[in-house]
């Protein structure tokens, strides 16, 4: 079975601009979710989709969105960029099965804001 | 609010030598835990998990880790290090039935030949 994929791997973007990244899941898995990766504040959840739906949200601006197609494949969005917004922008993956449902990460998306 | 502490962002070890990664919770409520590795320029992959079975739970690459409730801990350990075992390693916390994690600040493992 394929991994997570995760593109574009490398972004360069200025400050004001979007971004958009993309996140394809494990086939199968229905629920996709998207954590920020910088070297001051860690690992941070940004939000869960499952069916199309955001479950889970954490505590970041709504700047930050995001959306879950039919084929579960999922985007984030980025809007108005702020140098603070360069991180490494992480997909998991996961089935809804009990028992089964651990995470899968992708390689993740660097974005790095001039 | 649940939280994650790793006490050590570095630990250095000899080739051959025990591996020990600590890990702390607090959670209101009996957690999922998770450890999760990190090698450079990649994502993560999952060690090993806890979800109320074993407290005792073997993962891959000969990790293992023990959940103490009375201790909230939920260490991370390995008899023999590897030179391959140099990464970064995660521990994670999410409540049952939702796949939000919150991480810990991670430890570096440097593993010396």
């Known amino acids: 079975k394929a991994g997570v994929t995760q593109t574009p791997r490398y972004l360069i973007k200025t400050r004001g601009q979007q971004v958009t990244l993309s996140c394809s899941p494990i086939s199968g898995h229905r629920s996709v979710s998207w954590y920020q990766q910088t070297p001051g504040q860690g690992l941070q959840f940004l939000f869960e989709y499952f069916s199309e739906t955001q479950r889970n949200k954490g505590n970041f601006p709504g700047r930050f969105s995001g959306r879950q197609f039919s084929n579960s494949r999922s985007e984030m969005n980025v809007s108005t960029l702020e140098l603070g917004d360069s991180a490494l922008y992480l997909c998991a993956s996961s089935s809804v099965d009990r028992g089964r449902d651990e995470q899968f990460f992708g390689p993740g998306t660097r974005l790095t804001v001039l | 609010a649940q939280s994650v502490t790793q006490l050590g962002s570095h630990v250095s070890v000899s080739e051959g030598a025990l591996v020990l990664l600590r890990c702390n919770y607090s959670s209101s409520v009996p957690p999922y835990l998770f450890w999760y590795v990190q090698y450079p320029n990649q994502g993560l992959q999952l060690l090993l998990k806890y979800t109320s079975a074993a407290t005792l739970v073997k993962g891959i690459n000969g990790f293992e880790a023990e959940f103490k409730k009375s201790e909230t801990s939920f260490h991370l350990t390995k008899p023999s290090a590897h030179m391959s075992d140099a990464a970064e390693y995660f521990c994670?916390?999410?409540?049952?039935?939702?796949?939000?994690?919150?991480f810990g600040s991670g430890t570096r493992l440097q593993v010396q030949p």
């Open positions: 994670a916390v999410s409540d049952r039935g939702r796949r939000a994690l919150t």
